[in-house]
T-cell receptor, first 115, second 115 residues
Framework: GAGVSQSPRYKVAKRGQDVALRCDPI?????LFWYQQALGQGPEFLTY????????KSGLPSDRFFAERPEGSVSTLKIQRTQQEDSAVYLCASSTGPDRGREQFFGPGTRLTVL | GNSVTQMEGPVTLSEEAFLTINCTYTATGYPSLFWYVQYPGEGLQLLLK?????DKGSNKGFEATYRKETTSFHLEKGSVQVSDSAVYFC??????????????FGKGTSLLVTP
């Protein structure tokens, strides 16, 4: 079956522009995560959804970052007024539900470059 | 808070050599431990996992044992192949507020296997 997909795969933005990154999780997956991966680093948690509810947004670096999952499936991560430090790969992952041993399935990521 | 420390790379080995990538963790609860792998041009994928102390995860000839006494989860393979060249990430999941068991990753270790 289809895995997690993300679009666009690459995005170049001028500083100050708004961007929207899309994630299509595996059908039926309850849990959805967004991570940010800087060059040469491991992914860092941004936010978590259980169905349509955003239960944890403690990892969002500033109030310029906003995420939603209105119908409990597709999710969008929006970054307003992008800054150079926002340049990173943004990863989406989904799993069947909240459990500490549950595998997360990752999308290919969106590489954001802010000029 | 929770954290993962893994040995820095890059690691360069000849084909059929023995591989060890060290990983230690700090956690407040009883985490599950994972190794994820990122092959060139591909997304993160689960390599193996262990959910409780003394469990051994294994897959594709790789093994790692959950050692609570040393808070470690070292990755080993007896004979590496060129196709094992990738970046390896150690990670843990533990319940933190409402994070849905988000993953805490190490920085990653790049492995290059030469013929």
């Amino acid at each position: 079956g289809a895995g997690v997909s993300q679009s666009p795969r690459y995005k170049v933005a001028k500083r100050g522009q708004d961007v929207a990154l899309r994630c299509d999780p595996i059908s039926g997956h309850v849990s959805l995560f967004w991570y940010q991966q800087a060059l040469g680093q491991g992914p860092e948690f941004l936010t978590y959804f259980q169905n349509e509810a955003q239960l944890d947004k403690s990892g969002l670096p500033s109030d310029r970052f906003f995420a939603e999952r209105p119908e409990g499936s597709v999710s969008t991560l929006k970054i307003q007024r992008t800054q150079q430090e926002d340049s990173a790969v943004y990863l989406c992952a989904s799993s069947t539900g909240p459990d500490r041993g549950r595998e997360q399935f990752f999308g290919p990521g969106t590489r954001l470059t802010v000029l | 808070g929770n954290s993962v420390t893994q040995m820095e790379g890059p690691v360069t080995l000849s084909e059929e050599a023995f591989l060890t990538i060290n990983c230690t963790y700090t956690a407040t609860g009883y985490p599950s431990l994972f190794w994820y792998v990122q092959y060139p041009g591909e997304g993160l994928q689960l390599l193996l996992k262990a959910t409780k102390a003394d469990d051994k995860g294994s897959n594709k000839g790789f093994e790692a044992t959950y050692r609570k006494e040393t808070t470690s989860f070292h990755l080993e393979k007896g004979s590496v192949q060129v196709s094992d060249s990738a970046v390896y990430f150690c990670a843990l999941s533990d319940q933190g507020s409402n994070s849905g068991y988000a993953l805490n990753f190490g920085k990653g270790t790049s492995l290059l296997v030469t013929p």
